[in-house]
């Protein structure tokens, strides 16, 4: 009479190996994929890092020099016609003229959709600019008002906005 051979079950050696290369090269293909959609993905940074840390101070002297002007400012962006204004009013609130306000737009996560933009003066310290086929959701508008002739021309004021346009 044959005897039956016992029928081996459970996890043995072989198992826990494929489980251990399976479990790594998972983890492995997992972390590939993220590491190249940030890659991909990412806009940069200041070009010129190290250069802009080092005029840090000169930032904080022209920051105190606006404070000490006293200027206020006012925006608003009109979703259906796409103008985006702004009014500068010193601190008697007289309206500011003769400005050339220029800038840049952009989404505040990415440089893909980054323009300059720059404002026409509309009078009564008021500036403009038509934004044609603007993109819902979040833009950040940096603004930079100057003064003087094309020659000598120095910014006197800057500005940073967060625009919404609704869906």
Do not use: C
């Amino acid at each position: 009479m044959k005897q039956a051979l016992p029928v081996r079950s459970g996890i043995n050696g072989w198992h826990v190996l494929f489980g251990m290369i399976a479990f790594f090269v998972t983890v492995t293909a997992v972390d590939s994929v993220m590491i190249y959609d940030a890659i991909s993905t990412f806009g940069g940074d200041t070009p010129d890092a190290y250069r802009t840390g080092l005029r840090y101070n000169q930032r904080i002297a022209d920051e105190r020099r606006q404070d000490e002007l006293g200027w206020t400012e006012a925006t608003k962006f009109d979703s259906a016609t796409g103008v985006f204004s702004v009014t500068l009013k010193d601190r008697e609130g007289r309206s500011i003229d003769d400005l050339q306000i220029s800038g840049s737009i952009g989404r505040p996560a990415t440089d893909v959709a980054d323009r300059n933009l720059v404002l026409a003066a509309a009078g009564e310290g008021g500036y403009r600019v038509t934004l044609p086929n603007l993109a819902e959701g979040n833009w950040d508008i940096s603004l930079f008002a100057s003064q003087g002739d094309a020659a000598h021309r120095s910014v006197v004021y800057r500005s940073k906005v967060r625009l919404w346009k609704q869906p």
